[in-house]
């Protein structure tokens, strides 16, 4: 890997970890556990337009790790590890499916399935039937801050894919490999 193509993806990990960050000191909207925008997953989507797919992973999970060591507890690695699988290996299908159109719906089945993963980890932890009483709120939500979601990477990717373009490019005589 390039040093050019290390730097960038390193600056997308910490905006996705920056506006993690703002995201997590801003009470939640809605009074359901789980239930949040999730912008931080503009820049997964953002990645996963503009480079290959293990780059957007590796992005994915070194945010997910991150955030977890400076402001999470143990136990939400699993949920937000489970829930950030799930929606990646979604969205990684979908916009193979519909070849890289779509974002905004690719963001919406990403986030439904985030919410099915992390409800799946909830199921299993504690056993307890009652959680998937949750379910049509997560869905509903999913629906909803996946397609806002979706179109903020979609705008956000109209003024940055002639950016991305270039940083993919070969480096020119004389720059870092």
Known sequence: MSIRKLTTLAMFTT???I???IENAIPPLVPIPGAKLGLANI???VILQSFPPKDAFFVLLTRILLSTLLFGQAMS???SLAGGICCFIAMYLVNRLL?????????IIGALFHNLGQLLVAY????VPGVLAYL???LLSGILTGLFTGLCAQFTLKYLLPLTARLQSSPKEGDDN
Do not use: D, G
């Not at 070849?99 to 963001?107: A, C, D, I, N, V």
């Not at 299993?124 to 056993?127: N, V």
């Open 15 to 17: 905006l996705a970890l």
């Open 19 to 21: 506006i993690f960050t």
């Open 43 to 45: 820049i997964t989507l």
């Open 77 to 79: 690695l699993l949920y």
């Open 99 to 107: 070849q890289r159109h779509f974002l905004y719906l690719t963001s």
């Open 124 to 127: 299993l932890l504690t056993s």
């Open 136 to 138: 049509p709120f997560l």
